[in-house]
């Protein structure tokens, strides 16, 4: 190899090499005493990758070495390195490596194995030297992916411990995770919020950000996806080539980590978030308690001469037993039989019937806004493709800017992962988005104008439960009974103005005063004086 005058010289080394007495510094001295005795002059100082890596583009300092060849063309002789596989591991990527030099009339070549580049078997004895490494590297490969999938089907964690836990190493043989109790209170607290349901995951993450908790949107919808937090470990899908390259599927097993998400009620809230994360409908709370069939008017009532609520209990006369209401606060003040303010409220509902007319027209303004909301929604989920493809066009100038040398391989990689990102938060923008409200409104928006329209036959026929939800969503203050009449300050908005043009239909005008909530029924009078029954127990 005395031909050459100019040379670099290019050392790499990983932890396992410079075991072996193969590091850097060594490969450094050795390289540089053959360059004295040869006189070859070393035109650039040693560059030392330390950086383990099968192709040339993602090694920083081959990187570099190869832009200082590019900018000295005419200067360098030859690459030297140690051993043909400290240049590379990989045949494929040697060769394309050698043929850019080649253009540059630089060879490379090796110290302990020199080869003359110009010779007809130079690739069969290239071959032989990388091919062999690339054989063993093989071999390494298989027993690491080997090693990882057995100990993730133990439950260990094989990876990088994710947000909430810390990754320890007592030796080679002695690692696990642990919480970091600080991040976990604050994991804990998002999983708590977005269960909720009442605010968006998205919005979640600008309130916790404002607080001091810095995550990227993107590792925000991972941390609510990732089940490692209520305790599994994710195992990849594995190909097991000694047991005739049988395909294992991906799978979970129970991690031997201890979860952030542990007790009941916030693995729970983790599985909440997945079914809001998926469009799933949020499920309605049951009822705490059952309610006696002639007792559900009581929450809804006050007393006409203090205010107090009312409450109710069973009576027993000559009769038989019968339901009572009373004050809660004096029973002196009112008590009646319940089934007579059952029967009176009935009438009562009956009388705020809406007209035909009235109830058409909401349901055609209802179904015109349902039509514009989602047309609006389909023009949101067509910004984001277009937002998308706008991505994709950058990214495809990038790449074209790379094949034509404009850019440098950091910059590429740096702007490439920047742009696979992106394209992935907008992708999850728009599934979410997708997957709001997708079932159909219109079979909702029949029921509740039929449920509107017979408010009567569900408030005598409808179960206790069905009662109380329709008298909750009616009413938002209590319902004053004096024995007579029924009248209230307020019902819902959207009742008070149906009934109200209903009334204005039907040409009946409120005096100064008067409101359209008041309705008189001719029922027994209730009692004002304390009555001769037996004691009333409440309940």
């Excluded at 810390?166 to 919020?193: L, M, P, S, T």
Aim: a positive charge; hydrophobic letters at 30%.
């Amino acid at each position: 190899m005395n031909k050459y005058k100019n040379a670099v010289i290019y050392c790499r080394v990983s932890c396992d090499e410079q075991a072996k007495g193969t590091s850097l510094d060594f490969q450094e001295a050795s390289l540089t005493e053959y360059c004295r005795r040869n006189n070859i002059n070393v035109l650039h100082e040693p560059f030392r990758e330390d950086y383990s890596a099968k192709t040339f583009s993602k090694r920083p300092e081959i990187k570099k070495m190869m832009n200082f060849l590019k900018s000295h063309k005419n200067e360098v002789d030859v690459v030297l390195f140690y051993t043909w596989d400290r240049y590379s591991r990989s045949l494929e990527y040697a060769l394309t490596n050698i043929r850019q030099l080649k253009k540059l009339n630089i060879e490379v070549n090796s110290i302990v194995n020199p080869l003359d580049n110009n010779a007809s078997d130079f690739p069969t004895m290239l071959g032989i030297y990388i091919g062999s490494a690339e054989s063993e590297n093989n071999k390494i490969s298989l027993r690491t992916k080997n090693g990882i999938h057995e100990k993730a089907e133990m439950g260990k964690c094989t990876n990088k411990a994710p947000r909430g836990y810390r990754n320890v190493q007592i030796d080679d043989h002695n690692k696990y995770v642990e919480i970091i109790e600080e991040e976990a209170i604050i994991i804990r607290q998002i999983f708590a919020e977005v269960a909720k349901g009442v605010e968006t995951a998205t919005y979640i993450r600008k309130q916790f950000l404002r607080k001091g908790y810095k995550i990227p949107e993107t590792s925000f919808f991972e941390l609510l996806r990732n089940q490692f937090y209520i305790g599994q470990i994710f195992v990849r899908e594995f190909v097991d080539v000694a047991n005739e390259r049988k395909t294992i599927p991906a799978h979970y097993v129970k991690g031997l980590h201890e979860p952030i998400l542990k007790t009941e009620k916030e693995v729970e809230n983790f599985w909440k978030v997945q079914e809001i994360l998926d469009g799933k409908k949020k499920k309605t709370p049951k009822l705490s308690k059952k309610v006696h069939p002639d007792a559900f008017l009581r929450k809804y009532l006050k007393c006409p001469v203090c205010g107090a609520s009312m409450t109710g209990a069973p009576s027993k006369g000559n009769g038989g037993t019968y339901y009572y209401y009373n004050c809660s606060k004096d029973g002196k003040h009112f008590r009646c039989r319940a089934e007579n303010a059952i029967e009176g409220f009935t009438k009562y509902i009956s009388s705020l019937k809406p007209n035909k007319e009235v109830l058409k027209l909401y349901t055609e303004a209802l179904n015109f806004l349902n039509k514009t909301n989602n047309e609006e929604k389909e023009i949101d989920i067509q910004k984001f493709d277009i937002e998308i493809m706008r991505i994709e066009e950058r990214r495809s100038k990038l790449e074209d800017m790379y094949m034509d040398e404009k850019i440098k391989q950091d910059d590429y990689d740096r702007m490439k992962e920047r742009y696979k990102k992106e394209i992935a938060v907008i992708q999850e923008k728009k599934t979410i988005e997708e997957n709001l409200n997708r079932s159909n409104i219109e079979p909702k928006l029949k029921y509740s104008i039929d449920l509107i329209d017979r408010m009567d036959y569900y408030i005598k026929e409808g179960k206790v439960e069905v009662k109380c939800k329709l008298l909750s969503s009616m009413f938002p203050e209590k319902v004053v009974f004096d024995g007579n009449s029924y009248r209230t300050n307020s019902y819902n908005s959207v009742l008070d103005l149906i009934y109200k043009q209903t009334n204005e239909l039907r040409g009946k005008k409120r005096k100064n005063g008067e409101s359209f909530s008041t309705f008189s029924i001719s029922v027994p009078r209730a009692d004002t004086k304390p009555t001769k029954h037996h004691p009333i127990k409440r309940i």
